[in-house]
């Protein structure tokens, strides 16, 4: 496990986990992915692994929610599906803005407006309709970038 | 028969799975995502799909023979089908969720019971169709060639 230098919302210090997009940028975002469906979450993994980013997947929302407590500076980024049985992706969004400051984005078949809206509002910093392509996964290291230079500020 | 003549007919027979609408550009990006580091990456997420669908066929199925029909079950079964499906480029599976899901909005019974035979159908379809495909790539491989890539120039 990584020593982690306190407050995640700090980004100017790096441990010696912490992706700071220096050397080998973006390779090696550290990336948590939960989807209950195992067909996307084994494309989704490939897809991730294939742009050299770390992956860690999840098929369960409650899950994902105590990884991303236990091991809080570990993770860059959030990608999760909206509609899934136990917890759906608004609810771990919220619990996620609330407690960390990590970018999330999410994902879903389901591309209603309103849908969309809910995501948006209440935080997501993207909201990708199924099927996504490798091309737009390589470009979410964009999404930490902005939320640490937003940080600080 | 040789192995050149084994990749001529693989190259056919998938190019025509997308020109009868059975797979979509997504399934190239799997095919794409296969590498020596991983090259039974396009047969296990194949299986994956087929075998994971096939139990949210019979969930879907369970749930329409119900006599107060949970239309909210039935929406999120074909939703995570209408996913998966799309996501692996069975674009004609996709497509019959799609409209499987304005049939659940409107509670409709008898229109979804069409909806689950038409999803089935498409699923057995293609379902066919990918087994023969990789059984084909199964047997180049096995003969010493090479899996040819396809190219879609239309």
């Given at each position: 496990m990584n020593p982690s230098n306190g407050n995640g919302s700090m980004s100017t210090a790096s441990s010696s986990g912490a992706w700071d997009g220096r050397d080998q940028f973006p390779a090696g975002l550290r990336v948590l992915v939960v989807d209950d469906d195992p067909t996307c979450l084994m494309i989704f993994e490939k897809m991730l692994k294939a742009c050299l980013y770390q992956v860690t997947k999840c098929n369960k929302a409650e899950t994902a929610l105590s990884v991303l407590r236990e091991h809080k500076n570990e993770f860059d980024i959030v990608i999760s599906d909206?509609?899934?049985?136990?917890?759906?992706g608004f609810e771990l969004l919220k619990h996620i803005t609330s407690e960390m400051d990590l970018p999330v984005i999410l994902i879903s078949a389901d591309a209603r407006k309103q849908v969309v809206m809910e995501g948006v509002t209440y935080g997501a910093c993207d909201y990708l309709i199924k099927p996504v392509r490798i091309e737009t996964l390589k470009n979410i290291w964009q999404h930490v970038v902005r939320k640490k230079a937003r940080n600080t500020v | 028969m040789e192995v050149g003549q084994m990749q001529r007919r693989l190259v056919d027979y998938t190019k025509s799975l997308f020109m009868e609408g059975f797979l979509d550009a997504q399934f190239l990006q799997l095919q794409q995502l296969q590498d020596e580091s991983n090259p039974d990456f396009v047969v296990e997420v194949v299986s994956l799909f087929l075998d994971d669908s096939e139990k949210l066929l019979n969930d879907l199925t369970m749930a329409l023979d119900q006599p107060n029909v949970d239309f909210k079950k039935v929406d999120a079964h074909v939703h995570q089908l209408k996913g998966s499906s799309s996501s692996i480029g069975a674009q004609r599976v996709k497509n019959a969720c799609i409209a499987f899901r304005s049939f659940c909005e409107e509670q409709n019974i008898d229109a979804t019971l069409r909806c689950l035979q038409q999803v089935k159908q498409e699923y057995y379809l293609v379902k066919n169709k990918l087994e023969t495909m990789l059984r084909l790539e199964q047997q180049i491989v096995a003969a010493g060639g090479s899996i040819p890539m396809i190219e879609l120039g239309f």
């Open positions: 909206v509609h899934m049985p136990d917890m759906d | -």
